[in-house]
T-cell receptor, first 115, second 115 residues
Framework: AQTVTQSQPEMSVQEAETVTLSCTYDTSESNYYLFWYKQPPSRQMILVIRQEAYKQQNATENRFSVNFQKAAKSFSLKISDSQLGDTAMYFCAFMKQGNAGKSTFGDGTTLTVKP | DSGVTQTPKHLITATGQRVTLRCSPRSGDLSVYWYQQSLDQGLQFLIQYYNGEERAKGNILERFSAQQFPDLHSELNLSSLELGDSALYFC??????????????FGPGTRLTVL
């Protein structure tokens, strides 16, 4: 079974600054995906970024980038130039490659961007 | 908009009652997943259906059941409700294997309040 751990229940950052959210996972699988989801106060689950485990290059989406360390089973999210709209809960998730099976989620990190 | 719809948005009921939550997946998706999110926690996987058949089961209570119909919509039935069942229930869908990214698309959720 897979486990996903987010060790930072809450974080805050000043607007325009950079913040990094941590995630570690445990699995015996070789092929899998990792995701970061954003959940704003509306509670909608919004995909922020995805990483295929077979890719060595770290994924980037505009101001969002990841640091994927496969050997260390670490998958952190960096948010650059933080904006007030980034205030949300962020979840790290793991999914086995293949038939798009269930995702395993961490407990989340609540991020507050301060003006 | 993910293309996944869930009804109702909100549901308030009393302990001991039974409710049905409905989900329509994105057009073309065959898999439907149900997740439960209790207050400020991560998403817990309940059950997955693929083209009408149960594919995987998580920590779903015996009081809960689900099914996927020939038109691929799914229903989650919760019975003998308890206060602790109050949560946000998400449905997600994904494309058939090999027909798109291995990714789950989440609906807006149904907020269940048990009084």
């Amino acid at each position: 079974a897979q486990t996903v751990t987010q060790s930072q229940p809450e974080m805050s950052v000043q607007e325009a600054e950079t913040v990094t959210l941590s995630c570690t996972y445990d699995t015996s699988e070789s092929n899998y995906y990792l995701f970061w989801y954003k959940q704003p106060p509306s509670r909608q689950m919004i995909l922020v970024i995805r990483q295929e485990a077979y890719k060595q290059q770290n994924a980037t989406e505009n101001r969002f980038s990841v640091n994927f360390q496969k050997a260390a089973k670490s998958f952190s999210l960096k948010i650059s130039d933080s904006q007030l709209g980034d205030t949300a809960m962020y979840f790290c998730a793991f999914m086995k490659q293949g038939n798009a099976g269930k995702s395993t989620f961490g407990d989340g990190t609540t991020l507050t961007v301060k003006p | 908009d993910s293309g996944v719809t869930q009804t109702p948005k909100h549901l308030i009921t009393a302990t001991g009652q039974r409710v049905t939550l409905r989900c329509s997946p994105r057009s073309g998706d065959l898999s439907v997943y149900w997740y439960q999110q209790s207050l400020d926690q991560g998403l817990q996987f309940l059950i997955q259906y693929y083209n009408g058949e149960e594919r995987a089961k998580g920590n779903i209570l015996e009081r809960f059941s689900a099914q996927q119909f020939p038109d691929l919509h799914s229903e989650l039935n919760l019975s003998s409700l308890e206060l602790g069942d109050s949560a946000l229930y998400f449905c997600a869908s994904s494309a058939p294997p090999g027909q798109g990214l291995d990714e789950q698309f989440f609906g807006p959720g149904t907020r269940l309040t048990v009084l």
